[in-house]
């Protein structure tokens, strides 16, 4: 067959979000009020903002005639494609989302989605971590999803609970130290 009548693909087309962890098979996709807010914000604008930006762009570009060797049309409509994509992935994740509100657990010393846990392991270090949910955690704040090795382990325990932590160099025993919740918004 003539290359000329192939198809060409992007190879990441397919891909939702290559950098984030699938959602566990039958699982939901907690996430807090203000992680939702984030992503519904960052559809909206992309919607209303991004999109249609780049799609004057690459309408102008497609009215300079060639486009074979326009960099504003190839560059354009691939941004357009990267935008669709994220709006694709956004809308998903938001049809599945099970927003839960963590200070509905305010006070209380177990741990439940949301928390912010103070933990300490076998060798004295101590760390805090919050459980969040996986479109929202970032790691460098101290924010791990709720999927992760150590939520897993930390979940439905409480304060003084050991709990053990399956890690690749093995298992590790944790204690729990402390457990916070955000307080309930006045009404």
Excluded: C
């Excluded at 382990?153 to 053990?164: C, I, S």
Aim: net charge negative.
């Amino acid at each position: 067959m003539n290359k000329a009548f192939t198809k060409e693909t992007d190879s990441d087309d397919d891909d939702d979000a290559p950098g984030l962890p699938p959602i566990p098979a039958g699982g939901k996709n907690y996430i807090t009020p203000e992680g939702y807010a984030r992503l519904r914000a960052e559809l909206f604008d992309l919607i209303d903002n991004e999109r249609p930006k780049v799609v004057e762009i690459v309408h102008w570009a497609a009215s300079n005639g060639d486009r074979s060797e326009n960099g504003d049309y190839i560059y354009g409509k691939k941004r357009l494609r990267e935008i669709d994509r994220r709006i694709r992935f956004l809308t998903k994740r938001m049809e599945i989302a099970e927003v839960t509100d963590p200070s509905a657990h305010h006070g209380s010393d177990q741990v439940f989605f949301g928390a912010t846990v103070r933990y300490e392991d076998e060798t004295g270090q101590a760390q805090t971590v919050t459980i969040l949910g996986i479109d929202e955690a970032d790691s460098t704040h101290g924010q791990v999803s709720w999927i992760s090795p150590i939520s897993r382990a930390l979940l439905k325990a409480r304060v003084g609970d050991v709990v053990k932590l399956v890690t690749p160099a093995g298992v590790r025993e944790v204690e729990v130290l402390s457990v916070s919740y955000p307080a309930p918004a006045a009404t």
